[in-house]
């Protein structure tokens, strides 16, 4: 295998923070995580700000499972980038993001994210104060897209961000225009990676290991950052690196979780949304996780189809894990194992699955469910989990 390769967790505002963060990297496979990001406008934030998003920072900058996490930063205004960066370093994150690829409209038409895209000058006097602010030998990194309306101006700003002083680049192959529609452009981040000399990260529409290895292929890339592909398979990551360590090699079947090895890391993420979520949103959380599941496991959609419109978050969690929504768990983790699995610290250890528990593959077979759009997805007031205004970030 190639030992040097990194897979990269992105960050998704709205759905990826700590707490799904906190069971992805249990799984296995990924080497680093991005927090989702703090919106800097014309204030230095307080400490409290930095720990809410990512409390990581009260165990040096680690998710339990001992992957590490860098801060990610969004705003405009060079200065005040700067110094927020500086209160951020000195909370011993694991380095600064700068986040020019978030296309929502609500952080567009502020000056933040893509939108800056249209303006290689100033992501250069950016990254150029970050990096003078902050302690000499402090990782600065920066997420950006293709471009806004078009990809013309892609080289530019990378080229300006590298000039600046970005140590890397993670680089979404689509266009703020382009959303999240298919396909991603995998062979415009190579033209990227070419234009600079620096490390370039490929990221976007990863979602198999065949789209991993034509990615790589395609990119030319060494690293990757998977966004909604981790979300859906929490596998995902061990496949990839699996699949590298045997060199794509025909006969070798890349390791996949199974659906009964979901569900306890389900179990997990109940026990810490139970623990850190007000109890409002904590079925939103569920069936949002569950949602993006629904892609990978036949049993997520079915799933999802029974428990769609339940509101208590006890009662949904009971219905889909059975006896394992009840065991304490204590929010230790023994954290991957040698081949990768994950292991739960529960206060008791669960008891053994018997053959007709749902997990066995065959969870509320037969159920006939209505398909209709407006019961799809989770409500906004769930998804937002007390962060106004959130948005899909990365993919």
């Not at 009971?318 to 009840?326: D, I, K, N, Q, R």
Request: charged share 20%; aromatic share 6%; glycine share 10%.
């Amino acid at each position: 295998m190639d030992e040097t390769m990194n897979l990269l967790l992105a960050p998704m505002e709205g759905l990826l923070d700590f707490t799904l963060r906190d069971v992805l990297t249990r799984a296995g496979g990924i080497q680093r995580c991005v927090s989702e990001f703090i919106r800097i406008t014309d204030m230095l934030l307080p400490e409290r700000v930095y720990q809410r998003v990512m409390p990581e920072l009260a165990n040096g900058g680690f998710t339990p499972a001992g992957i590490a996490v860098r801060g990610q930063l969004l705003g405009s205004d060079p200065a005040c980038l700067a110094d927020n960066a500086a209160r951020m370093v000195a909370m011993s994150p694991h380095g600064v993001d700068l986040n020019f690829g978030c296309p929502a409209k609500i952080v567009n038409r502020h000056g933040g994210g893509a939108s800056l895209l249209d303006d290689p000058e100033l992501l250069h006097r950016i990254l150029a104060e970050v990096r003078r602010t902050v302690p000499a030998g402090t990782v600065v990194s920066a997420k950006m897209r293709l471009g806004t309306q078009d990809d013309s101006r892609a080289l530019d700003c990378a080229r300006a961000l590298a000039d600046g002083g970005a140590m890397e680049i993670v680089v979404h192959g689509r266009t703020k225009l382009q959303g999240y529609k298919p396909p991603a452009y995998w062979a415009r981040i190579g033209e990227v990676r070419e234009a600079v000399n620096i490390p370039v990260i490929a990221n976007g529409e990863i979602w198999s290991v065949a789209d991993a290895r034509r990615c790589l292929a395609e990119s030319g890339c060494r690293d990757l950052m998977l966004g909604r592909g981790q979300v859906a398979d929490p596998g995902l990551a061990l496949a990839i690196l699996h699949d590298q360590a045997v060199n794509h090699a025909n006969d070798a079947r890349a390791p996949a979780l199974s659906w009964p090895e979901v569900l306890q890391l389900f179990a997990a993420y109940w026990g810490i949304v139970r623990a850190h979520i007000v109890p409002r949103y904590q079925a939103g959380r569920l069936k949002q996780w569950l949602q993006h599941l629904r892609r990978r496991y036949p049993e997520a959609e079915l799933a999802y189809q029974a428990l769609r419109t339940e509101q208590n978050a006890e009662r949904l969690a009971t219905t889909l894990l059975g006896e394992h929504a009840s065991v304490p768990f204590d929010g230790r983790f023994v954290g991957p194992t040698g081949a990768g699995r994950y292991t739960a610290g529960f206060a008791a250890a669960p008891p053994p699955l018997p053959a007709t528990h749902p997990s066995n593959g065959r969870f509320l077979q037969g159920i006939q469910s209505e398909q209709s759009e407006r019961h799809r997805g989770v409500r906004p007031e769930e998804r937002a989990a007390e962060r106004a205004g959130a948005a899909a970030q990365d993919a």
